[in-house]
């Protein structure tokens, strides 16, 4: 019997990221070499919110870095959409967010979202229209013309936030992105991001060393290993959204923090 069409969309599609095997070093001052990843192998399905919780040094930045083609791995694949990564940063299907916000001090909220765009065809009027829905969508439409210092540091992380969604991305790398946030703050952005990935459907793949963001956003949850970063542990994250202090996501945390203390005492954040 012929599968309805709904089953037989193409491998490709249904993984945003897969990472086979990807083993990286770097060399080190000394000569040697820095073993930073070992045979790391998970996916990210397309539209999940998959995030990455590790130690300090562990290469979950080297991980992303890889993703958006950036670095190659030394061994393995990875895959984007599902084409292996080629070093040349197609950014109109991936988003990236960083730990700091990167906003140019010299360029107003609206001109620091438009900089995404910057390197497509797209003229100065859509450039505009499009960088002040993405300002809208993430709450700050009446703040285009403000400049970084004017803003707070909520704020400047949804410019961050609206520059990184301004390409409409398949996939969306956030690299630790609210870890300078205070703890209000950082809540009210995670509440934005899950409305903004309900809307969108992008994949997402969140780098953090915090168990409980990890809890409060993920779908699925790759836990690893200190230096070098191998997948320790992976799980599924079954419980319905707002999981801000409720009683089965403060358990997972718990449990989370549990096997991290029975992995090593070299968890540091
Ligand atoms: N280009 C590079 N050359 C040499 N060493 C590097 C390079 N990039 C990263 N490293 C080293 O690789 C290790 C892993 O770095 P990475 O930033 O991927 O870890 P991480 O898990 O993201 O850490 P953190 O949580 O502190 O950001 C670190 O010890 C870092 O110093």
Redesign the pocket.
Same mark, same amino acid.
């Given at each position: 019997m012929t599968p309805p069409a709904a089953h037989v969309a193409h491998p490709d599609q249904r993984q945003a990221l897969a990472f086979r095997h990807v083993s990286k070093q770097?060399?080190r001052g000394d000569g040697g070499a820095?073993e @930073?990843l070992r045979d790391v192998s998970f996916d990210v399905p397309a539209g999940s919110v998959v995030s990455i919780l =590790?130690p #300090? =040094? #562990?290469?979950? #930045?080297?991980l992303l870095n890889m993703a958006a083609g950036l670095l190659a791995p030394d061994q393995g694949r990875v895959l984007v959409l599902g084409h292996e990564t080629t070093g040349t940063v197609d950014w109109s299907r991936l988003g990236y967010m960083f730990q700091d916000d990167r906003l140019l001090p010299w360029r107003t909220a609206i001109d620091n979202v438009g900089l995404a765009l910057e390197t497509g065809s797209i003229g100065r009027r859509e450039k505009r229209e499009r960088s002040q829905a993405q300002l809208s969508l993430v709450g700050l439409g009446d703040f285009a013309s403000a400049y970084p210092h004017q803003l707070s540091g909520g704020m400047r992380s949804r410019v961050a936030l609206a520059r990184s969604l301004v390409t409409e991305p398949d996939i969306l790398l956030m690299d630790?992105p609210f870890s300078r946030l205070d703890a209000q703050t950082r809540t009210t952005m995670h509440t934005e991001l899950l409305r903004i990935h309900r809307e969108r459907g992008m994949s997402i793949v969140f @780098?953090t060393?915090d168990v409980e963001e990890a809890v409060i956003l993920a779908d699925h949850i790759v836990m690893f290993s200190p230096?070098p970063?191998r997948v320790h542990t992976e799980l599924a994250v079954e419980l319905p959204h707002p999981r801000l202090g409720t009683p089965d996501a403060l358990s997972l945390v718990a449990e989370l923090r549990a096997a991290i203390a029975g992995m090593s005492a070299d968890w540091v954040i």
């Open positions: 770097f060399p820095l @930073v =590790g #300090s =040094g #562990s290469g979950k #930045s080297t630790e @780098v060393h230096r970063g």
